[in-house]
């Protein structure tokens, strides 16, 4: 009988080749029942493949934040109610039906290389729990699989988890992002933010100078978060957040003030939103914008 190898090679090459790479695989069968079986089981495999999506490293993160921001709260109110999870995997079985709405049933299969592929709402979760809560000491992880001694604290535990959604599980963004809010003055109501904050070190040499940006949360945690990513590294002062304008249309309110100081612009710089004004007159031009008095 002629070998089927020749065979399903063709096949598997002709129809999945921009598929799969068989690398390395042995196929040879002894007869045609065996060789059948084996064929089929490894279509299976090609075809189970085909099912998820190839998503660079880079783009998980930015994948997850959505989904985890979903999942907190209700992780959070199942602890405050004395029903915490107890072990990683059946709680990223478990709250991942919570996303199935946010994940279409095509998309929720990633595929960032050999030993990164997986459900995404699943990821997102255990991120959340080990990265996040785990990590904020919100609660005991074994190393294993097992959650105990969750914190009741209910500040604690949405710190604990804006470790990992806001600053990614990096403590020090997270304490920076913790003093820069301390000085903030928060105007409006809105879902979106156009933020100002000034240099530390430049404060104390007299040297008036604000930055003016937005950002898509309003939320106190998720700006300073923002602000302190971008202190992260190469600047000698400190951030201090001045204003948040929590507004519906941030892009609007940013390009106004943008044109409003453009002579103020700070020019052979290397950021771009720099002006050579105080925060308090940029705050009161963008009160001046949104018709309203500044206190």
Request: contains cysteine; charged residues 25%; proline residues 5%.
């Amino acid at each position: 009988m002629p070998s089927a190898e020749p065979l399903f090679n063709s096949m598997v090459r002709a129809n999945y080749d921009d598929q799969v790479k068989l690398v390395g695989m042995s196929f040879k069968p002894t007869c045609h029942k065996q060789s059948s079986n084996a064929s089929m089981n490894i279509i299976h495999l090609i075809e189970s493949r085909r099912m998820f999506t190839k998503i660079p490293k880079s783009d998980l993160v930015r994948k997850v934040r959505p989904l985890q921001r979903i999942v907190a709260p209700l992780i959070i109110e199942d602890v405050i109610a004395g029903q915490p999870p107890s072990f990683v995997k059946v709680a990223c079985k478990h709250y991942s039906e919570a996303l199935s709405g946010r994940v279409p049933s095509n998309a929720r299969q990633y595929d960032a290389g050999p030993s990164a592929r997986g459900d995404i709402r699943e990821l997102a979760i255990e991120w959340l729990l080990l990265n996040g809560f785990a990590k904020g000491k919100a609660v005991k992880f074994d190393g294993a699989n097992t959650l105990t001694n969750w914190t009741s604290d209910r500040d604690a535990l949405e710190v604990a988890a804006d470790l990992e959604i806001e600053h990614g599980s990096n403590r020090s963004w997270a304490k920076l992002a913790e003093e820069t809010g301390k000085t903030c003055e928060v105007r409006g109501a809105g879902p979106r933010a156009v933020y100002l904050y000034t240099d530390s070190r430049l404060d104390q040499l007299g040297d008036k100078c604000t930055k003016i940006g937005r950002h898509h949360h309003s939320g106190i945690g998720d700006v300073a978060g923002r602000v302190a990513q971008q202190y992260a590294t190469g600047n000698p002062g400190m951030p201090v957040l001045r204003f948040l304008f929590a507004v519906e249309n941030d892009a609007a309110l940013e390009t106004y003030l943008h044109r409003h100081f453009k002579d103020h612009h700070v020019k052979n710089g290397v950021g771009k939103e720099w002006f050579e004004v105080t925060a308090e007159e940029v705050a009161a031009a963008a009160q001046e914008y949104l018709k309203g008095p500044l206190s």
